[in-house]
């Protein structure tokens, strides 16, 4: 449970520092952190449930397409995260479009990497 938390502590800086820097994505909530940190909760939910089966399934797509379904898996993952913050606890993060997925599923990727890091060092 511990490590859940640290995980999902995590991805709300990641996703904090992800709406900061893309116009394409708005928090929800007053305060905004509430929105940011209730869609890191479902997506670390997301990531450690089902998505890892998904992407398995997934692998042979992923592969003949050079990876370009491991970017839609990732686009879905984040819109369904989205959404079930928005409709669970009416706050969340919203999303204007596939491009700005992408792009913040890299910032929230590096972002990630680099706090997960500095945290076990």
């Given at each position: 449970?511990?490590?859940?938390?640290i995980?999902?502590?995590?991805?709300?800086?990641a996703?904090g520092i992800m709406?900061?820097?893309?116009?394409?994505?708005?928090?929800?909530?007053?305060?905004?952190?509430?929105?940011?940190?209730?869609?890191?909760?479902?997506?670390a939910?997301?990531?450690?449930?089902?998505?890892?089966?998904?992407q398995?399934?997934?692998?042979?797509?992923s592969?003949?397409?050079?990876?370009?379904?491991?970017?839609i898996?990732?686009?879905?993952?984040?819109?369904?995260?989205?959404w079930?913050?928005?409709?669970l606890?009416?706050?969340g993060?919203?999303i204007?479009?596939?491009?700005?997925?992408?792009?913040?599923?890299?910032i929230?990727?590096?972002?990630?990497?680099?706090?997960s890091?500095a945290?076990s060092?």
């Amino acid at each position: 449970m511990g490590s859940f938390l640290i995980r999902w502590a995590i991805l709300t800086v990641a996703a904090g520092i992800m709406v900061v820097l893309l116009p394409g994505m708005h928090a929800v909530g007053h305060p905004p952190i509430l929105g940011v940190a209730a869609f890191a909760l479902f997506m670390a939910l997301l990531n450690a449930s089902i998505k890892p089966v998904v992407q398995m399934l997934a692998l042979p797509f992923s592969i003949l397409s050079f990876g370009l379904v491991a970017l839609i898996i990732n686009w879905l993952f984040m819109e369904l995260a989205s959404w079930l913050a928005l409709k669970l606890f009416d706050v969340g993060v919203t999303i204007d479009g596939f491009l700005w997925a992408v792009l913040g599923s890299l910032i929230m990727s590096v972002v990630s990497g680099i706090v997960s890091s500095a945290v076990s060092s």
